[in-house]
Nanobody, 122 residues
Framework: VQLQASGGGLVQAGGPLRLSCAAS????????MGWFRQAPGKEREFVAV?????????DYSISVKGRFTISKDNAKNTVYLQMDSLEPEDTAVYFC???????????????WGQGTLVTVSS
């Protein structure tokens, strides 16, 4: 599986931004697609994850719950991260990743996209 993240950019605090992650290759229904982020000088942290199969299951980090929404389009092999009410603290490189189950740690994910930079200005 190859992953390609896109949609990053510069946005003012309070504004929205939507990230996309396009996957090439077949993704098993039991797989999960996650978003992580890494700010300068910090470790990569979990943001959100969604189960790829038909049964909707999603999970969010406490810092983004209620502001970010993860979704998927199986027909397009694409996962999205809708980010609303962005804060300067959300500034980071955002990565999409795939794992064989729902996970919240980076080491559980074996496939990674290249990252897309999100900058939130105050």
């Amino acid at each position: 599986v190859q992953l390609q993240a896109s949609g990053g950019g510069l946005v003012q605090a309070g504004g929205p931004l939507r990230l996309s992650c396009a996957a090439s290759g077949r993704i098993s229904s039991n797989y999960a697609m996650g978003w992580f982020r890494q700010a300068p000088g910090k470790e990569r942290e979990f943001v959100a994850v969604i189960r790829w199969g038909d049964i909707y299951v999603a999970d969010y980090s406490i810092s983004v719950k209620g502001r970010f929404t993860i979704s998927k389009d199986n027909a397009k092999n694409t996962v999205y991260l809708q980010m609303d009410s962005l804060e300067p603290e959300d500034t980071a490189v955002y990565f999409c990743a795939a794992a064989p189950y729902l996970g919240r740690t980076a080491r559980e994910y074996g496939f990674w996209g290249q990252g897309t930079l999100v900058t939130v200005s105050s």
